[in-house]
C-alpha cells in the first residue's frame, strides 16, 4: 500500500509539470496567433482550438455523468467538434464571417431534432429521464463549442489585427486569475463566496482587477500601433471588466466541480488542472471582447 506522503508529487515536480503543460499549450497558441508561415499559423490554431473544445467538452460530460445526468456525450462532442472546425474552416480558410454564422446557426437548428431523436431510442420504462440529459448535453455545446467560436471570430475580425486583439484578450482575462492567486495568497483575509469556492478573497478579487488593468495599459502602452483607434479610456474599462469577468468566470465552473465533487476539471495536462480550469474565464469574458470590437471600438 503507497503511503499518502510519498504519493503525493513534490512542489518541484509540480511546478515542472505546469511549465512543460503551458508551455506546450500557449506554445501551439502563440505559433497559431504569429507564425510568419500562413499555413503553419493555420494548422497550429486549428488544432488547439479543436483540441481544446474536444477535450472541455469531455470533461464537462464527465461531470455531467458524475451527478448521473446523463449526457449524449458522443453526440456532443460530435456537434461540438463540428462547429469548431466549420466556423474555422469558414473564417480561417474561406475568410467568410457569412458564412460562419450561417453554419453556427444551421449545426445547432439541426442538434435539436438529432439530441430528439436520440433520446426517443434511449427512452425506457425503466430510465424515463428525458430533460436533464438533452438540456446538459445542449448546454455543453453552447458553452464550449459555440463560446470557443466567439474566440475565433475575434482572431479573424475583418479589418483588425485579430491575432494581436485575441492575444490582449487572453493576456488581460488570464492576469486576473494570476493577480486574484498571489494577492489572495499575500494579504487574503475576508472569504468572498465560500459556498461556492471557499479559496478566493475580495482582497484577491480587488488585485486581480489591478494585474488585469495593468495588463490592459502595458498592451496599449508598448503595442499600441496593432489596435488601431482603442483609447487608453477603453483599454483601462476593458480591464476592469474582464478581470470582473474572469473572477465570475471561475465561480462559474467552480459550481460545476462543486456539484461532481471534483477539485480540477480534468488532468489531461498535468500541473494546471483540467482544460475547463484553464478556459472558464476566457469561455465567459470571450461575448463581452467581441461585443466591444463589434460595436464600441472606434473605427
Known amino acids: 500500500m503507497v503511503d499518502p506522503k510519498e504519493a503525493k508529487p513534490s512542489k ?137 467560436n466567439v474566440l475565433q471570430k475575434i482572431r479573424y475580425f475583418p479589418d483588425l489585427e485579430g491575432h494581436w486583439w485575441l492575444l490582449f484578450f487572453i493576456v488581460v482575462s488570464k492576469m486576473s486569475d494570476t493577480g486574484a492567486y498571489c494577492t489572495g495568497q499575500l494579504i487574503g483575509r475576508t472569504k468572498m463566496i465560500p459556498r461556492v469556492s471557499p479559496g478566493k478573497t475580495w482582497e484577491g478579487f480587488a488585485g486581480g482587477i489591478v494585474f488585469s488593468v495593468v495588463a490592459a495599459w502595458m498592451f496599449l502602452h508598448f503595442a499600441g500601433a496593432h489596435f488601431g483607434a482603442m483609447p487608453l479610456m477603453h483599454a483601462l474599462i476593458l480591464g476592469v471588466v474582464l478581470g470582473v469577468g474572469s473572477v465570475l468566470g471561475d465561480l462559474v465552473e467552480s459550481l460545476f466541480k462543486r456539484e461532481a465533487e471534483m477539485k480540477d476539471s480534468g488532468s489531461f495536462f498535468p500541473g494546471v488542472g483540467g482544460i475547463l480550469d484553464i478556459l472558464d474565464s476566457l469561455l465567459f469574458n470571450a461575448p463581452l471582447m467581441y461585443l466591444y470590437l463589434k460595436y464600441i471600438l472606434p473605427s
Open 12 to 148: 518541484g515536480k509540480v511546478f515542472a509539470q505546469r511549465l512543460g503543460s503551458a508551455s506546450f499549450l500557449y506554445g501551439v497558441l502563440m505559433i497559431g496567433l504569429f507564425s510568419s508561415n500562413k499555413q503553419l499559423s493555420l494548422i497550429a490554431f486549428g488544432a488547439v482550438i479543436t483540441m481544446l473544445g474536444v477535450l472541455a467538452l469531455m470533461e464537462l460530460y464527465g461531470m455531467a455523468e458524475k451527478r448521473d445526468l446523463k449526457p449524449f456525450r458522443g453526440l456532443g462532442i460530435a456537434i461540438g467538434v463540428g462547429l469548431i472546425a466549420s466556423v474555422f474552416w469558414a473564417l480561417g480558410i474561406q475568410a467568410q464571417p457569412d458564412l460562419a454564422l450561417g453554419i453556427e446557426i444551421s449545426i445547432l437548428l439541426c442538434a435539436v431534432p438529432i439530441l430528439g431523436v436520440a433520446q426517443i431510442r434511449r427512452y425506457t420504462d425503466e430510465d424515463k429521464s428525458s430533460l436533464a440529459p438533452l438540456a446538459v448535453t445542449v448546454f455543453g455545446i453552447i458553452y464550449v463549442a459555440l463560446l470557443l
